[in-house]
């Protein structure tokens, strides 16, 4: 199938194709199961048995996690969560509702910085 547009795919088509991975990987363990015993019986080897099997195990879960994927991605929009520009926006809306100014203005009674030397001892009596 070509595709001759860079249109996403519909919902149902994602939906579709999901259904079909998970299906896919569900029916998958069955011979993976049959596998694991068809080594156990030629091969005497329990290890290499219980090998093949284990890889069975993680199957369903996987399959769960790809059917649940919602599919295609909105790569214009950045999803990323700001804690600092919550807090300020929230902030923000405390003061509007409050009638404060959102940026509470420092006062200062200088008019250049002064300078605090760490070293100097303090006067003593």
């Given amino acids: 199938m070509e595709v001759i547009t860079d249109a996403k795919s519909s919902p149902l088509e994602g939906w579709h194709h999901r259904r079909r991975v998970y299906t896919v990987l569900q029916i998958l363990r069955i011979p ?13 080897n329990a290890a290499l048995a219980v090998g093949v099997a ?3 195990i993680p199957l369903p879960w996987i399959a ?7 599919g295609q991605v ?12 919550v807090r300020e ?22 008019s250049a910085p002064q300078v605090i030397d760490h070293l100097e001892a303090p006067d003593s009596p």
């Fill in 89 to 110: 926006q929230r902030r923000a809306q405390r003061a509007a509702l409050s009638g404060e100014s959102a940026r509470p203005m420092i006062e200062s009674t200088e």
């Fill in 54 to 56: 284990v890889i069975s």
């Fill in 74 to 85: 909105d790569e214009t929009t950045n999803k990323v969560y700001k804690p600092a520009l």
């Fill in 64 to 70: 769960v996690l790809l059917a649940n994927e919602t």
């Fill in 32 to 44: 993976l199961l049959a596998a694991s015993a068809v080594v156990m019986l030629v091969t005497h």
